[in-house]
C-alpha cells in the first residue's frame, strides 16, 4: 500500500466545472504540498499546507489533520489546467509522493 | 519567493555519453538537496539526497557509480548521469528545504531526460 493515495487517477471535465482531486495518506507529516505536472514535464509547486485551507486564484487546498486527508479544488475550470497534480507529503525526514491525478479540461 | 532553477529542462544524448544536470537555489542557501526520478505513469522517487560539503546519501537501489552527485556550494546541486543507456531515460526532478518559509520545500522545474 502507498503511503499516499490520490483518487482519481483520471479526471475528464466540461470548461468551466469545479473539480475537485483527493488525497489521503498514511504517515505523520509536517508538511502536504500539492504538485502540478505539465505534460511537457515542468513541475510547478502550488501549495504547501500544514493546517487549513489555502487559496491562491481559482485553486482551494484543504487539509484535514486528524483525518489525514487533503483536497484540491479548481474552481471554474479551464483547458490551461489540464495537467497532472501531485500530492506529496513531507514527515520530517523524507517525501511521498501520490501518482498524480490526471486532468483534461475539454473546451 | 524561493526559486530553484533547473537545468537543463530537456536533454537528448546518445547511448553511452555522460549528462549533467544542474540544480540552483536563488536567493537562498540550499544546504540539502534532493535528487528525484520519475518513470512514466509512476510517482517520483527518491534517488539520493546532496549536503553541501559531504558525501550524498544514495537510497537503496540506486547506484552511486552511475548517478553522481555532486554539492560543491550552498547555491548548486549537479546530478551527472554516467555513460547513460536508454533506460535512463526519465524525468529528474530536484527540491531544496526553503529556509525561512516555515520548513517548506522548492522544488526544480525538472529535467526529462531521453537517451538514444
Known amino acids: 500500500k502507498n503511503e499516499v493515495e490520490q483518487s482519481p487517477q483520471n479526471l475528464t471535465a466540461q470548461e468551466g466545472e469545479f473539480i475537485t482531486i483527493n488525497c489521503s495518506y498514511s504517515?505523520?507529516?509536517?508538511?502536504l504540498h500539492w504538485l502540478q505536472q505539465h505534460p511537457g514535464g515542468g513541475i510547478v509547486s502550488l501549495f504547501m499546507?500544514?493546517?487549513g485551507k489555502k487559496k491562491h486564484g481559482r485553486l482551494i487546498a484543504t487539509i484535514n489533520i486528524q483525518e489525514k486527508h487533503s483536497s484540491l479544488h479548481i474552481t471554474a475550470s479551464h483547458p490551461r489546467d489540464s495537467a497532472v497534480y501531485i500530492c506529496?507529503?513531507?514527515?520530517?525526514?523524507?517525501?511521498?509522493f501520490g501518482t498524480g491525478t490526471s486532468l483534461t479540461v475539454i473546451p | 519567493g524561493a526559486v530553484v532553477s533547473q537545468h537543463p529542462s530537456r536533454v537528448i544524448c546518445k547511448s553511452g555519453t555522460s549528462v549533467k544536470i544542474e540544480c540552483r537555489s536563488l536567493?537562498?542557501?540550499?544546504?540539502?538537496m534532493f535528487w528525484y526520478r520519475q518513470f512514466p505513469k509512476k510517482s517520483l522517487m527518491l534517488m539520493a539526497t546532496?549536503?553541501?560539503?559531504?558525501?550524498?546519501?544514495?537510497e537503496q537501489g540506486v547506484e552511486k557509480d552511475k548517478f553522481l552527485i555532486n554539492h560543491a556550494s550552498l547555491t548548486l546541486s549537479t546530478l551527472t548521469v554516467t555513460s547513460a543507456h536508454p533506460e535512463d531515460s526519465s524525468f529528474y526532478i530536484c527540491?531544496?528545504?526553503?529556509?525561512?518559509?516555515?520548513?517548506?520545500?522548492?522544488f526544480g522545474s525538472g529535467t526529462r531526460l531521453t537517451v538514444v
Open positions: 546532496s549536503n553541501e560539503g559531504s558525501k550524498a546519501t544514495y
Open positions: 499546507l500544514s493546517s
Open positions: 504517515v505523520g507529516i509536517s508538511a
Open positions: 536567493d537562498f542557501q540550499a544546504t540539502t
Open positions: 527540491s531544496a528545504p526553503t529556509q525561512g518559509s516555515g520548513g517548506g520545500y522548492t
Open positions: 506529496a507529503v513531507h514527515t520530517g525526514n523524507q517525501f511521498y
